[in-house]
């Protein structure tokens, strides 16, 4: 199976450590470009013994799915610059935020399978939460070899592509937000005087103690929560402040204000370079 690759960041490197590690691809069947990082490279060719390029036509050639991994920004003129050689058996998988398949369709100028996947910065671990969305050209084989690539970096779902921007907010834009609450941990753990590697130490187990409640238990978050906060106690105490400061509502309106930033940036962008 041959996987190709537009883009050398994070992102397809992290796919790509995904694929490597559990054997779905042999690193001489990935293919690599960028626009003019060959440093960049010619370090995931020493880690990962991937195939580094700047052929687009071997790139294309009797690839099995085609990953593009551009920053939004460059989705114009990237697009523009593939678009010569994609065919009408191109798997074309893009991972930007907010730049729809119908951009994408257009720009290519080809009646190819297109997708869209939105994995979340977790899938450097193998940990991602990865939605997926397809055009109507994608046939159940493709599908089937899409789940497999992205199930490498974690857990993948089918989505219809307007539920993206909702997803881009709640789990592609997720863990910044329990980062921002670990933050917060930690500078309350150092104003009642506990020592900060400690802190962090039973901050992180306390997050994976709750995460393994929630996925095996058969409750509800708000069940667990009131399970620890007994009337009068230390838990019910944290709990009614964080009430009377709204923090519920905070949150609810802090993942609608990135769902409506993801769309809001898809629209400007395709408004300025659709013709």
């Excluded at 460059?74 to 930007?96: C, H, N, R």
């Excluded at 962090?200 to 929560?225: F, H, N, P, Y």
Aim: charge should be negative; glycine fraction near 6%.
């Amino acid at each position: 199976m041959k996987i190709s690759f537009i883009g050398a960041g994070s992102m397809a490197e992290a796919i790509i450590a995904g694929l490597i590690e559990k054997n779905i691809c042999r690193g001489e069947d990935v293919f690599v470009t960028n626009r003019e990082d060959r440093e960049k490279l010619e370090q995931l060719e020493r880690r990962y013994g991937i195939q580094p390029t700047y052929d687009m036509e071997g790139l294309f050639q009797g690839a099995d799915m085609v990953i593009f991994a551009v920053k939004p920004k460059d989705a114009d003129s990237a697009l523009l610059k593939i678009q010569p050689y994609i065919q009408e058996d191109t798997f074309f998988i893009s991972v930007m935020a907010g730049i729809s398949i119908a951009f994408i369709e257009e720009k290519l100028k080809a009646e190819c399978a297109v997708a869209r996947a939105m994995p979340n910065t977790s899938a450097s671990v193998g940990k991602s939460a990865t939605a997926v969305s397809f055009n109507q050209r994608v046939s159940d084989n493709q599908k089937e070899l899409a789940a497999t690539v992205f199930s490498s970096i974690g857990i993948t779902a089918v989505v219809e592509e307007t539920k993206l921007d909702a997803i881009t907010a709640l789990s592609g834009s997720g863990p910044a937000y329990i980062y921002y609450v670990v933050e917060a941990m930690e500078k309350s753990a150092w104003e009642i005087g506990l020592d900060s590697n400690m802190a962090k130490q039973l901050i992180l187990q306390t997050l994976a103690g709750a995460v393994e409640m929630l996925s095996s238990s058969d409750c509800e978050a708000a069940e667990l929560r009131k399970a620890v906060t007994s009337p009068g106690g230390t838990t019910e105490a944290g709990i009614k402040v964080l009430q009377q400061n709204n923090v519920e509502e905070a949150f609810i309106q802090c993942i609608k204000a990135a769902a409506e930033q993801s769309k809001r940036l898809g629209q400007i962008h395709e408004s300025k370079h659709l013709v």
